[in-house]
């Protein structure tokens, strides 16, 4: 079964902290995904990534910063924590190239920011 | 018009009916559909995949694909109040490109 973790599962920093947030897959998977989640606006992509050190903007990369020095890891960077960046972070990850792939999930970090 | 949308409910089904959970998409995703399901306060897992016209079931649930329609459904038969959660549809194309529709919620009524 693939396992994607996730560092914390609840989270709680104050306003102007780094916060890291990482995420590590088991299953060799080329792509990985940083998503926010809140209520009644669904998952929104902060940031992918499809290989090794390279990274792509999702919707919504204002104020975050993602890195990917492993395969298996990609860490999800808020520069200066903000109030309005409360929220349920998702990592996931899903093979490349095959179209028919699923993504998975972590188990989320709820991240408060006081 | 978004890639995937979904109507967000909420839909109450009482216990042992049918649940209908329905999604459209744009042309700009064509090529793989999933149904997630999402506890409250837990990350979604995923229940169904189709990639064909037609129906695809796999015990209580059964994905429907409609590509000249441009909808993808899910149902679910005999519906239990474990079954209680937010429905994501999702939606990817040939790229690294995948899209989620907001969500359904779904409760059902003992």
């Known amino acids: 079964d693939v396992k994607v973790t996730q560092s914390s599962r609840y989270l709680v920093k104050r306003t102007g902290e780094k916060v890291f947030l990482e995420c590590v897959q088991d299953m060799d998977h080329e792509n990985m995904f940083w998503y926010r989640q809140d209520p009644g606006l669904g998952l929104r992509l902060i940031y992918f990534?499809?290989?090794?050190?390279?990274?792509e903007k999702g919707d919504i990369p204002e104020g975050y910063s993602v890195s990917r020095e492993k395969k298996e890891r990609f860490s999800l960077i808020l520069e200066s924590a903000s109030t309005n960046q409360t929220s349920m972070y998702l990592c996931?990850?899903?093979?490349?190239?095959?179209?028919?792939?699923?993504?998975?999930f972590g188990p989320g970090t709820r991240l408060t920011v006081l | 018009q978004k890639e995937v949308e979904q109507n967000s409910g909420p839909l109450s089904v009482p216990e042992g009916a049918i649940a209908s959970l329905n999604c459209t998409y744009s042309?700009?995703?064509?090529?793989?559909f999933f149904w997630y399901r999402q506890y409250s306060g837990k990350s979604p897992e995923l229940i169904m995949s189709i990639y064909s016209n037609g129906d695809k079931e796999d015990g209580r649930f059964t994905a429907q694909l409609n590509k000249a329609s441009q909808y993808v459904s899910l149902l679910i038969r005999d519906s239990q109040p474990s079954d209680s959660a937010t429905y994501l549809c999702?939606?990817?194309?040939?790229?690294?490109?995948?899209?989620f529709g907001t969500g359904t919620s779904l409760t059902v009524i003992p």
């Open positions: 042309d700009r995703v064509s090529q793989s």
């Open positions: 990534s499809y290989d090794v050190k390279m990274k």
């Open positions: 996931a990850s899903r093979s490349r190239g095959q179209k028919y792939n699923e993504q998975f």
């Open positions: 999702a939606a990817s194309n040939t790229g690294n490109q995948f899209y």
